[in-house]
Each structure stands twice: as structure tokens, then as C-alpha cells.
């Protein structure tokens, strides 16, 4: 997730707009009834949980947090309709209060500033499974074009923030490294050679190896989950 709060807010904007004049309810409002609603509203959860849990990587640069963590139980609020109900029609305001609205802009904001960077020597590591992945991948000829040409733009984005240290200041290395660690993955399923698909799986695998965790802090989303980085705020 790019900014979850920003992508949040832009979610409750749209709910809130489909209840102006207080004329719909909660389940109208969200499409609750199609699939199509309720994949939002999944989607709704992921982003509230991202979001909070990137509280503390903003409080360990130094950002003071506590307003939007008391704002936490008014949004949870607001992405449960709670104590709303859900098939009447309800007020547009006590839906989505503006205040709660505010602060979760203000915070997407934040997000944008304190964007996860390389820690010190880290660009070494990274740049290794850059070039290693480069050389794999002009050596496997079994991979569909689509996919060679997904991983050879993602590397040479990697690459150009690498490079170059303005770019790289403001580069989302977090979402640029887990779609490389899936990507990894995607082509060792693809490879029809055993020896290039192991050795796509081990590149892979080296995001988490134990002797890299001092180069590293927190990842967001999946990365996080299945331990794999290269990157830090």
C-alpha cells in the first residue's frame, strides 16, 4: 500500500458523498450487497490496519503521534458504521465526522514525508540481489514476456534510486522491494529449469536470511509478515 491513509480517506470520502442529504443508508452507500462492496470493504480493513500500524514507524523518526492515536477508536468507528445502523438511512456528518476525516488526511500527509529509506549499508545487500536477479534473469529463457519485462522495469527502478541519492531520498522502497520478493517467487514457479528455479527461490530467500536483519527495521503489508527486506525508515 502506496499511503494507506491517503487511499483510506479517499474510501470514506466516497462513502460519505454517497450519504449527502442523509438520504442513504450504510449498506446502500458501500454496495454492500454486490461483491464488488464488499472487496471495498475488505479493502477498507487492510488500509485502517496499515495505517496504524505505520503509527510507529513515524513515532521512531522522532513524529508525535498521539493526536492520531486517539483518533484511532473514531475511525474504527467510521469503518465499522458504528453504532450506526446499517439499513437505515443515517446522517452523513455522524458517519464521518470532520474532524476524524481531517486528521486522517493530515496523517496520509506524514506518510508521504517519512517515506522507508535505506539504513547505512544496506545499499550494498540491495544492490547485490539487484545485480544477482539482472544476471538470473537474462540467463532463464523460460520466462513469459510479461514477466521478464515487469522485473527488468522494477530493477531498473531499484537501480536508479540506487544510483542516484536524490531520487532515491524519496523512493518507496518498501512497495519496490515486496513486488521484487513476489516477483522472485512468480519466476521460480515459472522456470521450467529445476536448477534456475531453485536458484530464483534462494534469491528470494536472501530478503530473509538472519545475517541481513541488522541492515533492517519494520515492512509494511506481506513483506512484513514473511520477513523479507531490504529496507528501513
Given amino acids: 500500500m502506496e499511503n494507506p491513509a491517503h487511499e483510506l480517506h479517499e474510501l470514506f470520502s466516497t462513502w460519505s458523498a454517497a450519504l449527502e ?8 452507500a458501500r454496495g454492500l450487497e454486490e461483491v ?9 480493513m487492510a488500509l485502517f490496519l496499515e495505517s496504524v500500524d ?8 522522532g513524529v508525535k503521534v498521539g493526536v492520531y492515536r ?15 445502523p446499517w439499513y437505515q438511512q443515517v446522517n452523513q456528518a455522524d458517519a464521518f465526522p470532520s474532524a476524524a476525516m481531517d486528521q486522517l488526511e493530515a496523517l496520509g500527509g506524514w506518510f508521504d514525508i517519512y517515506r522507508p529509506r535505506l ?17 538470473l534473469l537474462r540467463d532463464d529463457s523460460s520466462l513469459s514476456n510479461e514477466l521478464k519485462l515487469y522485473l527488468a522495469r522494477l530493477l531498473r527502478e531499484i537501480q536508479a534510486a540506487l544510483d542516484d541519492a536524490i531520487l532515491g531520498s524519496s523512493f518507496d522502497y518498501a512497495a519496490a522491494t515486496e ?18 528455479s531453485s536458484k530464483w527461490t534462494d534469491l528470494a530467500h536472501r530478503f530473509a536470511i538472519p545475517t541481513t536483519v541488522g541492515l533492517l527495521t519494520s515492512l509494511p503489508g506481506a513483506a512484513a509478515t514473511l520477513g523479507a527486506a531490504a529496507i528501513g525508515s
Fill in 21 to 28: 442529504g442523509n438520504a442513504n443508508s450504510t449498506a446502500n
Fill in 36 to 44: 464488488a462492496g464488499l472487496d471495498m470493504q475488505r479493502r477498507a
Fill in 54 to 61: 505505520k503509527l510507529d514507524d513515524l513515532e521512531a523518526v
Fill in 70 to 84: 486517539r483518533y484511532i477508536p473514531a475511525w474504527t468507528r467510521m469503518l465499522m458504521s458504528y453504532p450506526l
Fill in 119 to 135: 539504513r547505512p549499508g544496506a545499499e550494498e545487500t540491495l544492490q547485490a540481489i539487484v545485480s544477482d536477479t539482472e544476471t
Fill in 179 to 196: 513486488r521484487l520478493w513476489v516477483a522472485l517467487f512468480a519466476a521460480a514457479a515459472q522456470s521450467d529449469s529445476t536448477e534456475k
